[in-house]
Nanobody, 116 residues
């Protein structure tokens, strides 16, 4: 089992920045990847960004590319999402995600609200 705890999030004006962090605990050896998804009201959960744990290779959804940056700290088993130039359409609950040995784990989610 892998436990994920998110922190960060909150309310910010359009154009502002926020930083989300996610700490993994439990069976964190042999993590395949970690990442972030988001779910806006009335919409399905969607992919935001991910990072391959061992190699640091990153992927981004088109709407956030160039504005969001995902990074990881292997020693602390944390992943961070730096979000810049935020837009109202970025408003959603953001979920941390971990993939390990064919199992997917989720955090509890953290609210990000961007006002116009």
């Amino acid at each position: 089992q892998v436990q994920l705890v998110e922190s960060g999030g909150g309310l910010v004006q359009a154009g502002g920045s926020l930083r989300l962090s996610c700490a993994a605990s439990g069976r964190t050896s042999n993590l395949d990847s970690m990442g972030w998804f988001r779910q806006a009201p009335g919409k399905e959960r969607e992919f935001v960004a991910s990072i391959i744990w061992d190699y640091g290779i990153t992927s981004y959804a088109v709407p956030v590319k160039g504005r969001f940056t995902i990074s990881r700290d292997n020693n602390k088993n944390t992943v961070t999402l730096q979000m810049n130039s935020l837009k109202p359409e970025d408003t959603a609950v953001y979920y941390c995600n971990a993939f390990r040995q064919s199992q997917t784990y989720w955090g509890q989610g953290t609210q990000v609200t961007v006002s116009s």
